[in-house]
């Protein structure tokens, strides 16, 4: 049995180890802690037998792509792998691959959380120099909740405008809606069709814990999130070749969506889809649970004003400094459990500055609304400049992104 093999097999019991069941649990739906820092993903690696990416690999990234690693894979944001150094080779031998990630559009305003994946895609677009593929659930969402397929691509719509306001390359950036694609291209549904023969249902209970209740919808559905991790499903931009591989940019909770494809690529005769994985932006009130779209004031969204933006911080950021300014000024704060310092550690890019707030917060030098007031500015200007991008991204330049079509490469 093959490692990818062996990790499906045992894939529910390894998201919550039988000592640790009511510790953390991460699966695509969930994400809980009982530790006030949140996820062990040291931990969380063992379990779900992915790789940490070390020193020696980023070294390694740098020097393959001649330019500094992004601050969100210097600071072990991005902190997991699978296969990272197979992606590696190609491209250091100048050998075709490309890049996939998505989005589950649930809500018309994304928060500041979904960008991170998108923020990362976009600098490895930039640093490889190569396709990217961007899949839009909308399918999986109306099984999933309470909404109707005309209102789930609707929010793929709205969605896709907060992702090309990031600033992929339309020549090189494909976008796509489930229930859109699998129309378009005949090639697309045979690979699905492929994976969903492969699949039994005793093994897709294992790993997403369907019941005898769940809808034949969401249990066939794995398949096609499955199925954008090979470039036979897109024949326009990969000229018919079904022997090019992807990497995979995206939060933890979805490897087992990628185990699971895994599992099914070498009986298909495709490619594994390699993958880099990142840990969780915590929710407002703390690290035991990532940032909700369902919870406005666990968020701070897209769409959010610059008051707004400031009452939630000030009001629901969790605190890791003392109970007085006197304890606090003698202890210092906690920078593992202080939620306004793990937003930093994601959006302010200067390290040296970073630094500098760490030892002072922690030394009790830095108050804790001193810390919240520098967060506050640093998120006001991301996301009134994302708005400002946003507001010129029309219905018809995403129907542009969304029309099948070659890309800027030849195969």
Known sequence: MS?????????????KGEEEEEEDIVDPWKVESKSAKGVDY?????????????????????????????????????????????????????????????????????????LIPFIFTKWLQDAFDVPLVIELTDDEKFFWKDLTLDETHHLAVENSKDIIAVGF??????????????????????????????????????????????????????????????SAGFPLIFGGRPDIPCLIPCAIDQDPYFRMTRDVAPR???????LIHSTFIPALQGAQTKMSGSDPNSSVYLTDSPEAIAHKINNYAFSGGGATLDEHKKHGGNCDIDISYK??????????????????YSGGEMTTGELKKKLIVILQKIVADHQQRRNAVSNELVFEYMKPRKLNYDY
């Open 42 to 114: 040291d931990k969380l690696i063992k379990r779900f037998g992915s790789s940490k990416i070390d020193d020696d690999l980023i070294a390694r990234f740098e020097k393959a792509t001649k330019r500094p690693a992004h601050p969100l894979l210097r600071r072990g944001i991005f902190f997991s792998h699978r296969d990272l150094g197979f992606i590696l080779d190609r491209y250091e031998k100048r050998e075709p691959f490309f890049l996939y990630t998505g989005r589950g559009p649930s809500s018309e305003a994304m928060h500041v959380g979904h």
């Open 268 to 274: 298909l005769g495709f490619p594994k889809p390699a």
């Open 169 to 230: 390359d339309q020549k090189k950036t494909f976008i796509f809606a489930d229930t859109d694609y699998i129309s378009q291209s005949k090639e697309f549904y045979r690979t699905v069709c492929q994976i969903q023969k492969l699949v039994t249902f005793n093994q897709a209970r294992a790993i997403f814990g369907f019941t005898d209740s769940d809808s034949i919808g969401k249990i066939a559905f794995p398949a096609i999130q499955a199925a954008t991790s090979f």
């Open 3 to 15: 490692d990818d093999a062996k990790d499906v097999a045992s894939c529910r019991d390894p998201l």
């Open 343 to 360: 937003y930093l550690s994601f959006f302010l890019e200067d390290d040296a500055e970073l630094e500098k707030i760490r030892r002072a």
